[in-house]
């Protein structure tokens, strides 16, 4: 059998990240993280294709020295297209196009949110279809269910906020920078779970959509009520509200998440995105799972945010059989899985 070796590029917001997966070993996976949005409190998108521009041939070069392959060893080469920042995934799609076409070989574009799916079969064990995974991130809150391979129905997703964005934005609004999700995971380990009673919106009802605005809008309201808007907040008092709102979002995931996985009847569950690397959701997912008698599956904290090995991943799956995309794909910025 021949072998298949895959470049994967990602590009989709602000790391540049390139890895190289050769007959499903992962060889590399460099990240190159931008800095430069922190004072923003926020991704600048015109920064962050700049950024992008300048980092992705040392990246790929990076990434081909530590897996020790050759460029002309590669059999194709797979880039996130979409959803994304559009100016980030043009610089990713253009280059990985031109690298393809310039070494006489296939070009793969792979969707960011199967590749965030994809994440949990990296390394061993991977899930069994049919499954269930949660994708939560910064811009996206779904809940899809794999029949088979490429086989996607998405069962539930939020109706306004993603939670990553709720995360970001509560986190300004206590002044805790940027990016907000792993600081209010770190406060919240000091505070209670219980101290302040914030909505679940969604929690309970037939569908498996979600609603996350309100948990935000709830928070601003307690500020604004207790007069902390414009004060330094007292730090167990900021590490309560950090707790109490992680909670309130994490149950509504995690009740979601296994109801789900019960009305259709599988027996694995997956997390991924961003926000998957959040301990308490983590924590209690794993719970949750455990007590109704479904097998968890979390992707290594560095395949959770954006990555060049997730990408590698569903190429190589997708090069295996041969899905090719031709060369006049575009980067969108909306794409749908």
């Known amino acids: 059998m021949q072998s298949i070796t895959i470049l994967g590029l990602e590009t989709s917001c602000d790391e540049t990240s390139v890895a190289v997966i050769r007959d499903g070993k992962l060889l590399s996976n460099i990240i ?3 800095i430069v949005h922190e004072q923003y409190g926020g991704v600048v998108p015109e920064l962050a294709s700049r950024a992008h521009q300048k980092l992705i041939v040392p990246v790929v070069n ?9 460029k002309e060893e590669l059999t194709a080469i797979a880039v996130a297209a979409g959803p994304g920042l559009m100016g980030s995934l043009l610089v990713g799609v253009n280059f990985g196009k031109a ?3 310039g070494l006489g070989i296939p070009f793969i574009a792979v969707n960011h949110m199967e590749a965030h799916i994809y994440s949990n079969f990296i390394d061993e064990p991977t899930p069994r279809f049919p499954f ?8 996206h809150t779904q809940l899809v ?3 088979d391979e490429f086989q996607y129905e998405i069962v ?6 993603a939670a990553g964005e709720a995360f970001d934005k509560v986190a300004k609004m206590l002044r805790l920078g940027y990016p907000g999700g792993p600081q209010i995971d770190k406060f919240a380990k000091q505070g209670s779970t219980n101290a302040i009673k914030f909505p679940r919106p969604y929690a309970i009802g037939n569908d498996f959509n979600f609603s996350f605005s309100g948990i935000k809008t709830a928070v601003l309201y307690y500020l604004r009520d207790n007069k902390l ?26 009740q979601k998440t296994i109801r789900a996985a019960k009305h259709f009847g599988v027996k694995d569950i997956a997390i991924a995105g961003g926000v998957s690397a959040n301990s308490y959701l983590r924590n209690e997912m794993r719970k949750a799972a455990d007590q109704s008698g479904l097998q968890l599956f979390i992707p290594k904290f560095e395949y959770c945010t954006d990555n060049g090995a997730m990408i590698a991943e569903v ?9 090719f995309s031709p060369l006049n794909v575009t980067a969108i910025a909306n794409l749908e899985l």
């Open 132 to 139: 269930l995974n949660l994708t939560v991130s910064g811009g």
């Open 145 to 147: 269910l794999l029949k």
């Open 32 to 34: 190159s993280s931008q």
């Open 156 to 161: 539930g997703e939020t109706k306004d906020d």
């Open 315 to 323: 190429g190589y799956r997708k090069c295996q059989r041969s899905m």
């Open 229 to 254: 808007r414009d004060t330094v907040i007292q730090e167990q008092l900021l590490a309560d509200i950090c707790a109490s709102f992680q909670s309130s979002v994490v149950d509504v995931l995690v």
């Open 99 to 101: 690298f393809a076409y």
């Open 62 to 70: 990076e990434a081909l020295a530590k897996a020790e392959v050759k």
